[in-house]
Structures are given as structure tokens and as C-alpha cells.
Nanobody
Framework: QVQLVESGGRLVQAGGSLRLACTAPGRNSVNYTMGWYRQPPGFFREWVASVTFAGDSDVADSVRGRVNVSRDNAKNTMFLEIQNLEPEDTGLYYC?????????WGQGTQVTVSS
């Protein structure tokens, strides 16, 4: 079973930027379309962005224009860059396969945006 580890979350002021990372330690490659998901406080987990193994990406309308998703297959790592952060971006950010998240969820990385 693939273990996913997210990192890079922190407290940041509105308007700032972050780069999150997702890795799968111990795996040679994760040959799946991978996605970023987030769970704001008191809400359900939602899809944010995804990237295929070939590098084709897609992002949710709520973050379009502020988000870039990419992956380094050689390092088995996926990235999420968020610019112009808004308080509404606050939440736990997770990675998993997309559109069906069939790996065990990691612990996520907390992003907190202060206004």
C-alpha cells in the first residue's frame, strides 16, 4: 500500500504564497494521476488540483489562476503552488490519486491564512 506524506503547510498572511509537496517514500514511482485535496474547518474534503503522470494538469474553479500543480516523477513528488492566498484557503491539504482517491490518506499538511 502506498504511503503518502504531505509537507510545506504553515501559517501565512493573506496575499502570500506557499509550495506544498507530496511524496510516496519507498515507492519507485506512482504511475497514477495524482490530486491535491483540502478540507477547510467544518467542511468536507474537496478536490483542488490534479496532474497526470504525463504532466497534464487541471485545477478547481475556486483556485483557478492562483494555483499551479506539477510533479517530478523521478523524485516521486508532486507539488502545489498557491499564490495570492486567501483566508478561504485555510485547511488541511492532502494528496491522493484522482479522480478516485484509493490510497490510504496521509496526515495532511496544515495551511492557515491570516487576514
Amino acid at each position: 500500500q502506498v504511503q503518502l506524506v504531505e509537507s510545506g503547510g504553515r501559517l501565512v498572511q493573506a496575499g502570500g504564497s506557499l509550495r506544498l509537496a507530496c511524496t510516496a517514500p519507498g515507492r519507485n514511482s506512482v504511475n497514477y494521476t495524482m490530486g491535491w485535496y483540502r478540507q477547510p474547518p467544518g467542511f468536507f474534503r474537496e478536490w483542488v488540483a490534479s496532474v497526470t503522470f504525463a504532466g497534464d494538469s487541471d485545477v478547481a474553479d475556486s483556485v483557478r489562476g492562483r494555483v499551479n500543480v506539477s510533479r517530478d516523477n523521478a523524485k516521486n513528488t508532486m507539488f502545489l503552488e498557491i499564490q495570492n492566498l486567501e483566508p478561504e484557503d485555510t485547511g488541511l491539504y492532502y494528496c491522493n490519486s484522482h479522480p478516485v482517491p484509493f490510497f490510504i490518506w496521509g496526515q495532511g499538511t496544515q495551511v492557515t491564512v491570516s487576514s
